[in-house]
């Protein structure tokens, strides 16, 4: 009895060492069969998928076999590990093995948009609403509605978001970018605020946001920033109009043509500074950081004007006189290459480029007394 109980153990023995191999090779065969894929494609994994569910999908799709046995692995040797959601790149010469670590390592394809300095909201919305990864909420919403989207029911939109390259992933909402836009420029705004000038004319940042909007605006160079918020810093202080373009063109909306008359610059708008004393209620673009520090550290001087020489530069002059003759200079007598600023404007997906500001430069009011 006792010789038949061992030899059944060594049977067993035998038979378990055999399936214990043959798992293991059948396991090692899945984890590094090729995927069968003629050419590159993406993986898309819906949040709340599973690596069971994606496995099995994977097999349906004959991207793979024995799934049985990759479920077994993951169950075994990952418990735990979530899958995050999103699309995973697969590659012909990729292996199943090749494909986990890539779960693993949570490496989902990110893409990428780019918010411009100088882009106005409208211009933003059109760019959320071209890209075709990022998951549209907001059709159809009013500029109002999309801020109470946001969590921001009572802030004016214009200026409020930042301009950078953001990377996310497939699945991102609109919202979702536009919250991320919007806090992020409210980090920048707070983090220059803290290195203001102390001569500043400011009582709050916004303030500080609506003149970096002019700047940013009147800006080809960007090394004259900091000499352009100089200027428009020096008049506010002697109660001087700002007398800037852009926030014509701003408050003409969708009427503007790309061509600025000297009747425009007579309009009555809450954004001429033409025809209203400080700064505009509100910015009229988005800034970067540059902008922003320039308008809380503007460059001393005494200079009061600037004109376009045509080349993106400016001269800057002190007096009225001066100012004029620079007028007639670089206004009067424009070449045919003309440009107020060096560079074409950034390009929104799928559009022509964004006509660049041609500012009209004249002869300003006389200077007011400088204050005692």
């Known amino acids: 009895m006792i010789r038949k109980l061992v030899v059944l153990l060594q049977i067993g023995l035998v038979l378990a060492g055999l399936i214990l191999g043959f798992g293991a090779w059948k396991l090692e065969s899945a984890l590094k069969q090729p995927l069968k894929l003629g050419q590159e494609q993406l993986l898309d994994v819906p949040a709340g998928s599973t690596p069971t569910s994606t496995f099995n999908r994977l097999e349906a799709d004959g991207v793979l076999e024995d799934a049985f046995w990759l479920r077994l692995y993951w169950r075994f040797n990952l418990e735990g590990q979530p899958l995050h959601s999103g699309e995973y790149r697969m590659t012909p010469a990729m292996t199943a093995q090749g494909l986990i670590g890539v779960w693993q390592r949570g490496e989902v394809v990110q893409y990428g948009l780019t918010l411009v300095e100088g882009w106005n909201f409208r211009q933003v919305r059109s760019a959320l609403a071209k890209h075709e990864k990022i998951e549209q909420t907001l059709s159809g919403m009013s500029d109002s509605e999309v801020m109470e989207k946001i969590g921001h029911p009572d802030v004016f939109p214009e200026g409020r978001f930042f301009p950078d390259t953001y990377r996310f992933v497939r699945g991102m909402t609109d919202v979702e970018f536009l919250k991320k836009a919007y806090n992020r420029l409210d980090d920048v705004l707070a983090q220059e605020w803290s290195k203001r000038a102390p001569d ?37 202080k002697i109660g001087m109009m700002l007398q800037t373009d852009p926030t014509v063109i701003y408050g003409m909306g969708e009427r503007y043509n790309g061509k600025l008359t000297r009747a425009h610059l007579k309009e009555a708008t809450r954004y001429n500074t033409y025809m209203i004393s400080g700064l505009p209620p509100t910015p009229i673009a988005m800034v970067g950081r540059e902008a922003i ?37 670089y206004q009067l007598k424009r070449r045919a290459d003309y440009r107020s600023s060096p560079a074409p404007a950034a390009k929104l997906p799928g559009e022509g480029a964004v006509p660049p500001v041609e500012p009209i430069e004249k002869p300003q009011d006389p200077v007011p007394p400088s204050p005692q």
């Not at 200079?303 to 620079?326: I, P």
């Open 200 to 236: 500043a004319p400011y009582t709050q940042p916004y303030q500080a946001l609506i003149m970096a909007s002019l700047v940013e605006k009147e800006t080809g160079v960007p090394e004259e920033r900091g000499q352009i918020a100089g200027v428009f810093v020096r008049r506010l």
């Open 293 to 329: 520090h320039a308008a809380l550290n503007p460059v001393p001087g005494s200079s009061l004007y600037f004109v376009a020489r045509g080349d993106g530069s400016h001269v800057f002059s002190d007096n009225l006189d001066a100012h004029n003759a620079a007028v007639r200079e």
